[in-house]
């Protein structure tokens, strides 16, 4: 299968302090990926330089010819509870994210504001499209920038610690709905997340970073890696594949157990 | 109230009355246009700046005999782009940047027009705002570029408010970010050395922050935002000239006199909607 993304040799440097180091990465149509590590690994800096934000010291990122950049969907980690006089309705906001797609005067059509509608109908928030953003609440406000990362029909969809303003219930419909557009609308899925529970229980493959790929796989072949054995820890090791295993089975490279 | 009706029909028979209510209108709007845009991206000083910077336009323009608004067009725009330049090569903040190029315009304008002399007197109008010397020239220029920020400001209207709310986003599906900065920072040079005419260099700010500071009290929207702020806006200038003629008063203050009661008014009417 072609790639969707291929990272190749990556470096980053702030000054002469190297954030990333020599990252090789393939992302394939239909992934679900979780990318974790610990503060200051370069998760942040690796999804930036995905987006175009940052430029590459070395190496480089190619996209596959039907992935260009204005099908990437992006739902950023700040939210906007901290401007709550934004003076912004829900609709205006899920608009920004047709305009990638519209030319010159980037004016909206009748179509463009039916298709708002059914994806905020889709993430159960239409009742909501004249609202302030600022009036509604942390989960709101994040699938209203979920709306506006996804109207555009994104072929790659790139979260950046989406779920921190959650508690656990409107965090597990969250995901919910990432796992329904992976499965359903064959959206690839990059989640930055310090929420290690759910990465390892919703995301397909696991990436992870410590300035360098310290693994990037399948929970499968992490789960049965006497590297990553060496390097976590059996009871770390354990605990990523207890969870994504929705904590039915833990296996590791030293033998599988049924619970 | 027959008497005010009397006073307005006889304002208007004014030449300079008229041409004052036409280019204050005009650029009222472009200030509540452009004001939304300022204020919610934390840039609304940027006016009292390029104010400042065009005070020091204005003494080059009166020392070289030359028209101050076609003068005041490209230096006021040179001063914009160093300012968003100072931000982003030598990162400096904002507020840092805009304080450093103004404070050296207007000291440079102090010291032009002490060498100078001769000319103080029509400084000092430049100041203050003077609507009795706007002249035909300064009529028809207006109306040219208050039609150019307007229609530009209508055309990028959505691309401007996707920079405006979120950036970062907007660079993401491909926005051109920094063409648009520059893009904002043009058209207030622009409505800037318009409206120093009319309200002066040292209240024209005002026209920018308090028409949009004043609809974010009551709005929900951006586009509503926008409507009220324009409203409120032009009718404060309107009225502004008006109760200014009447009562023979600075029409330039009244005008920002004007916008302050209505700042008060919506943000009664706020706090009284919130119960």
């Keep these: ?259 | 109230m027959e008497n005010a009706v009397g006073l307005i029909l006889e304002a208007l028979k004014y030449d300079f009355i008229l041409k004052a209510l036409l280019v204050g209108s005009l650029i009222a709007l472009c200030c509540s246009f452009l004001g939304i845009f300022l204020v919610l991206k934390k840039l609304s000083l940027i006016g009292d700046g390029l104010a400042h910077v065009s005070f020091a336009s204005v003494a080059i323009a009166l020392l070289l005999s030359a028209s101050p608004l076609l003068v005041s067009i490209p230096i006021v725009t040179l001063a914009s782009f160093v300012i968003l330049k100072l931000n982003e090569k030598a990162g400096l903040h904002g507020d840092s940047a805009i304080g450093l190029v103004s404070s050296f315009a207007f000291a440079c304008g102090v010291l032009i027009s002490s060498m100078a002399g001769g000319f103080n007197v029509d400084l000092m109008s430049y100041l203050f705002g003077s609507i009795l010397v706007i002249s035909n020239m300064d009529v028809t220029i207006s109306i040219a570029l208050s039609g150019v920020v307007i229609f530009t400001i209508f055309f990028f209207y959505n691309t401007l408010f996707a920079i405006t709310y979120d950036e970062e986003f907007a660079n993401v599906i491909g926005l051109n970010t920094k063409s648009m900065n520059y893009l904002i920072a043009i058209l207030t040079s622009i409505t800037i050395s318009l409206g120093i005419r009319v309200v002066g260099t040292l209240l024209i700010s005002s026209l920018i922050l308090f028409p949009t500071v004043t609809a974010l009290q009551v709005s929900k929207g951006f586009q509503s935002t926008l409507v009220i702020s324009s409203l409120v806006s032009v009718f404060c200038v309107v009225a502004g000239v008006f109760v200014s003629f009447i009562h023979n008063l600075p029409a330039g203050a009244t005008i920002v006199f004007l916008n302050a009661i209505f700042f008060v008014l919506f943000f009664i009417i706020k706090k009284y909607s919130k119960g």
């Excluded at chain 1, 980053?12 to 992934?31: A, C, N, R, T």
């Excluded at chain 1, 990926?33 to 190496?59: D, E, Q, R």
């Excluded at chain 1, 899925?189 to 410590?210: A, F, P, R």
């Design chain 1, 1 to 259: 299968m072609n790639s969707l993304m291929n990272i190749e040799d990556l470096s980053i440097q702030y000054g002469s302090h190297e954030v990333l180091s020599k990252i090789h990465v393939q992302i394939y149509p239909g992934d679900y990926i979780g990318i974790v590590g610990p503060n200051g690994s370069g998760k942040t800096t690796l999804m930036k330089a995905i987006l175009g934000l940052i430029s590459p010291s070395h190496g480089k990122i190619e996209f596959s010819s039907h992935l260009k950049k204005k099908r990437i969907g992006y739902l950023p980690q700040k939210n906007i509870m901290s401007d709550p006089l934004f003076p912004a309705k829900v609709k205006e906001i899920v608009s920004i994210g047709l305009l990638s797609q519209k030319k010159f005067p980037h004016f909206f059509s009748q179509k463009d504001y039916d298709r708002i509608d059914e994806v905020l109908a889709r993430l159960e928030i239409l009742d909501l499209k004249n609202n302030k953003i600022g009036n509604l609440s942390g989960g709101q406000q994040q699938r209203v920038l979920l709306a506006r990362a996804i109207v555009g029909n994104p072929s790659l969809l790139v979260l950046d610690e989406p779920t921190s303003a959650m508690d656990p219930k409107i965090r597990e419909e969250f995901y919910q709905i990432l796992k329904e557009l992976n499965t359903k609308d064959k959206v690839t899925i990059l989640l930055v997340s310090h929420d290690m529970g759910s990465i390892g229980k919703y995301t397909q493959k696991m990436l992870y970073l410590d300035r360098k790929v310290i693994f990037y796989g399948t929970y499968d072949e992490f789960c049965k890696s006497s590297e990553m054995t060496q390097y976590f820890g059996q009871f770390t090791q354990h605990q990523f594949c207890w969870r994504h295993s929705d904590g039915k089975c833990c296996w590791t490279h030293s033998g599988s157990t049924q619970v």
